[in-house]
């Protein structure tokens, strides 16, 4: 949490002084956030973070404007299907707004962030990026534009599989097209999974498939697909005579054209009118024969896609946290110069509070975020324990900071007041953006009960959690022993209650709970780790700050009757939303009296 820099016009940005609310006009969301730089700093090689800082920041300065603008003028001028060309035939196309052309052109042309973990030579960097370096990307380009940021993961994700299993001559004839940044040459990927019979439920799928020499035939219909006019789409189908469940369903590859230049057999039934996420195209598809090739085992279909959409889970996590970023950002400014009854509103008691519990969300997420993509590049390169690690990361960061984004999203909607409501401000368009995170890869529920049973009840993931919490905790220069005890006993409880609820299937309505439980644990020792490592590059610990809030706010139940905010939580709040570094002493004090 931070106040906004002096030096980014940021105090009048938007509007002329003395209007009545001015907004993030003319931000550079990456130099606002000094967080980002220092959790890059702590994750990545030196070099590496010296070479995409320049880039970063010219993403964040045109999330903070041109950018931003366009995806206001696509988020009102939604995507049009046409059945029809002009000569009348029948060849279906989408109309998209010139905004969203140019949104496609800086997030797949300029800055290639599909390509960046599955390419070489992105941005002139001659190897592939870590995940890590790619969602800082994601994390500044969705502070402007959030539903480009779906097509931009299931085309990385496309890539990902076709990588991983695909055949060599399919990898020949369609991976460059999927990691292109020449627009010309792109092909964007796509991802059909869900059916009316399932959503979730992936196994009642119907679509059915019937080989026919080197290639299969799919027929059935896909329910909510998003990007519906992507080049290239990875599906599942169930080939003909496997058998049902998940354990039957095979994953297929799907071109939109064919290779004499004609539409392949199927058809968008109609595009989806959506709450939020609006610029983008997503529809239903019916398959009518529809040519597609099997990728990797027909019977590991369903086990390869997986890898897939935890892959999306986490993007959906980072993203949902560039929306909290975001509405933090126009709350802050808003806060920082409306006066209200002959004060500004940020130094008004209840407003400092209400924005300490919105900087809070979003910065629990931010560290979880990217302590979860570092766990996905270690487990990439062959680490075990950091596999396990990331199978209960990746459905407990999905789990929470979606749910978070939403009331984040609505309290700084709150701050603007009447015209946050109002469609020419983009509070709104966040907040209706928001409520996709949680639905998005698996409702709450789903994901909930992925971490715990699956994650905790069937592998045993809960073990590689502990172990690394109990590391970092070792491992957190100048962190006061005291504090690091507490939160090493915070967290055995976390992980015993979690086991607790995974143990019997009567305990499933806990489900939500524990998983909420590990988060917050996690992300408090998390933010203590940080702020030893911060606190030695550059003398402040105010993260450490973050992580008693976190106990204090988002785990120790309180008592109703008592007030809410002591002396002590009045200091730690006018530390968190100042601009002064604070030192490893002061921050020792304040922990102490928790």
Same mark, same amino acid.
């Given at each position: 949490?931070?106040? /906004?820099?002096?030096?980014?016009?940021?105090?009048?940005?938007?509007?002329?002084?003395?209007?009545?609310?001015?907004?993030?006009?003319?931000?550079?969301?990456?130099?606002?956030?000094?967080?980002?730089?220092?959790?890059?700093?702590?994750?990545?090689?030196?070099?590496?973070?010296?070479?995409?800082?320049?880039?970063?920041?010219?993403?964040?300065?045109?999330?903070?404007?041109?950018?931003?603008?366009?995806?206001?003028?696509?988020?009102?001028?939604?995507? @049009?299907?046409?059945?029809?060309?002009?000569?009348?035939?029948?060849?279906?196309? %989408?109309?998209?707004?010139?905004?969203?052309?140019?949104?496609?052109?800086?997030? *797949?042309?300029?800055?290639? %962030?599909?390509?960046?973990? =599955?390419?070489?030579?992105?941005?002139?960097?001659?190897?592939?990026?870590? @995940?890590?370096?790619?969602?800082?990307?994601?994390?500044?380009?969705?502070?402007?534009?959030?539903?480009?940021?779906?097509?931009?993961?299931?085309?990385?994700?496309?890539?990902?599989?076709?990588?991983?299993?695909?055949?060599?001559?399919?990898?020949?004839?369609?991976?460059?097209? /999927?990691?292109?940044?020449?627009?010309?040459?792109?092909?964007?990927?796509?991802? *059909?999974?869900?059916?009316?019979? &399932?959503? $979730?439920? @992936?196994?009642?799928?119907?679509?059915?498939?019937?080989?026919?020499?080197?290639?299969?035939?799919?027929?059935?219909?896909?329910?909510?697909?998003?990007?519906?006019?992507?080049?290239?789409?990875?599906?599942?189908?169930?080939?003909?005579?496997?058998?049902?469940?998940?354990?039957?369903?095979?994953?297929?590859?799907?071109? !939109?054209?064919?290779?004499? &230049? $004609?539409?392949?057999?199927?058809?968008?039934?109609?595009?989806?009118?959506?709450?939020?996420?609006?610029?983008?195209?997503?529809?239903? %598809?019916?398959?009518?024969?529809?040519?597609?090739?099997? =990728?990797?085992?027909?019977?590991?279909?369903?086990?390869?896609?997986?890898?897939?959409?935890?892959?999306?889970?986490?993007?959906?996590? @980072?993203?949902?946290?560039?929306?909290?970023?975001?509405?933090?950002?126009?709350?802050?400014?808003?806060?920082?110069?409306?006066?209200?009854?002959?004060?500004?509103? %940020?130094?008004?008691?209840?407003?400092?509070?209400?924005?300490?519990?919105?900087?809070?969300?979003?910065?629990?997420?931010?560290?979880?975020?990217?302590?979860?993509?570092?766990?996905?590049?270690?487990?990439?390169? +062959?680490?075990?324990?950091?596999?396990?690690?990331?199978?209960?990361?990746?459905?407990?960061?999905?789990?929470?900071?979606?749910?978070?984004?939403?009331?984040?999203?609505?309290?700084?909607?709150?701050?603007?007041?009447?015209?946050?409501?109002?469609?020419?401000?983009?509070?709104?368009?966040?907040? !209706?953006?928001?409520? /996709?995170?949680?639905?998005?890869? &698996?409702?709450?529920?789903?994901?909930?009960?992925?971490?715990?049973?699956?994650?905790?009840? !069937?592998?045993?993931?809960?073990?590689?959690?502990?172990?690394?919490?109990?590391?970092?905790?070792?491992?957190?220069?100048?962190?006061?022993?005291?504090?690091?005890?507490?939160?090493?006993?915070?967290?055995?409880?976390?992980?015993?209650?979690?086991?607790?609820?995974?143990?019997?299937?009567?305990?499933?309505?806990?489900?939500?709970?524990?998983? $909420?439980?590990?988060?917050?644990?996690?992300?408090?020792? =998390?933010?203590?780790?940080?702020?030893?490592?911060?606190?030695?590059?550059?003398?402040?610990?105010?993260?450490?700050?973050?992580?008693?809030?976190?106990?204090?706010?988002?785990?120790?139940?309180?008592?109703? *009757?008592?007030?809410?905010?002591?002396?002590?939580?009045?200091?730690?709040?006018?530390?968190?939303?100042?601009?002064?570094?604070?030192?490893?002493?002061?921050? +020792?004090? /304040?922990?102490?009296?928790?």
């Amino acid at each position: 949490m931070h106040r /906004l820099n002096k030096h980014d016009d940021v105090t009048i940005a938007g509007a002329p002084p003395g209007l009545l609310a001015p907004d993030t006009t003319g931000m550079n969301f990456y130099r606002a956030d000094p967080a980002l730089t220092d959790l890059l700093r702590i994750h990545l090689p030196d070099r590496l973070f010296r070479h995409i800082e320049p880039h970063l920041d010219r993403l964040g300065a045109l999330a903070g404007g041109h950018l931003d603008e366009c995806a206001r003028l696509a988020d009102r001028h939604v995507p @049009v299907l046409h059945q029809r060309d002009r000569f009348g035939r029948d060849v279906q196309w %989408i109309e998209y707004h010139p905004a969203y052309r140019e949104l496609e052109r800086a997030a *797949f042309g300029e800055f290639g %962030i599909h390509a960046m973990s =599955v390419r070489k030579g992105i941005l002139g960097w001659p190897d592939k990026y870590p @995940v890590v370096a790619k969602h800082a990307f994601t994390f500044l380009f969705n502070q402007a534009e959030f539903g480009l940021g779906c097509p931009i993961n299931v085309t990385d994700g496309c890539a990902k599989l076709l990588a991983n299993f695909g055949s060599e001559a399919l990898k020949t004839r369609y991976l460059d097209g /999927l990691t292109q940044t020449d627009m010309d040459r792109l092909t964007q990927g796509g991802q *059909f999974m869900t059916e009316k019979e &399932g959503g $979730s439920d @992936v196994g009642k799928l119907t679509t059915s498939a019937v080989q026919e020499g080197d290639h299969w035939r799919l027929s059935g219909e896909k329910w909510f697909c998003s990007n519906a006019d992507a080049q290239v789409v990875m599906l599942l189908a169930r080939p003909q005579g496997a058998p049902g469940g998940t354990r039957g369903v095979g994953l297929f590859l799907m071109p !939109r054209w064919l290779d004499d &230049g $004609s539409l392949n057999h199927y058809r968008i039934v109609r595009l989806k009118d959506k709450l939020g996420t609006r610029s983008m195209a997503s529809g239903e %598809i019916k398959l009518e024969g529809a040519i597609a090739y099997a =990728v990797g085992k027909l019977d590991r279909g369903f086990v390869q896609m997986a890898e897939m959409v935890n892959s999306s889970r986490l993007s959906n996590g @980072v993203k949902s946290t560039a929306l909290m970023r975001r509405a933090y950002h126009d709350a802050m400014t808003v806060a920082q110069n409306r006066v209200v009854f002959g004060s500004r509103i %940020i130094d008004l008691p209840l407003a400092r509070r209400q924005l300490m519990k919105i900087g809070l969300a979003t910065e629990q997420a931010l560290s979880m975020s990217f302590v979860t993509a570092d766990a996905l590049d270690r487990a990439e390169a +062959g680490s075990q324990d950091a596999a396990a690690l990331l199978r209960i990361l990746t459905p407990t960061l999905k789990f929470r900071a979606t749910r978070d984004a939403r009331k984040v999203c609505g309290d700084a909607l709150e701050m603007r007041g009447g015209i946050g409501y109002i469609e020419e401000f983009a509070t709104s368009r966040l907040l !209706r953006d928001a409520h /996709l995170g949680s639905i998005w890869e &698996g409702t709450g529920n789903i994901v909930a009960l992925d971490a715990l049973r699956r994650a905790v009840g !069937r592998h045993g993931a809960e073990a590689a959690l502990a172990a690394d919490l109990h590391a970092r905790l070792d491992d957190s220069p100048g962190v006061p022993q005291a504090w690091r005890g507490h939160l090493r006993d915070l967290t055995d409880r976390a992980i015993g209650f979690a086991r607790e609820v995974a143990a019997r299937t009567d305990n499933e309505a806990d489900a939500r709970r524990a998983t $909420s439980l590990l988060y917050h644990v996690a992300s408090a020792v =998390v933010l203590a780790w940080e702020g030893g490592r911060i606190h030695q590059m550059r003398g402040d610990a105010r993260r450490l700050l973050l992580s008693r809030l976190v106990i204090d706010h988002r785990i120790m139940a309180s008592d109703p *009757f008592r007030l809410a905010e002591n002396a002590t939580q009045r200091v730690i709040t006018d530390h968190l939303l100042g601009e002064r570094a604070v030192g490893m002493a002061e921050v +020792g004090e /304040l922990l102490s009296a928790a």
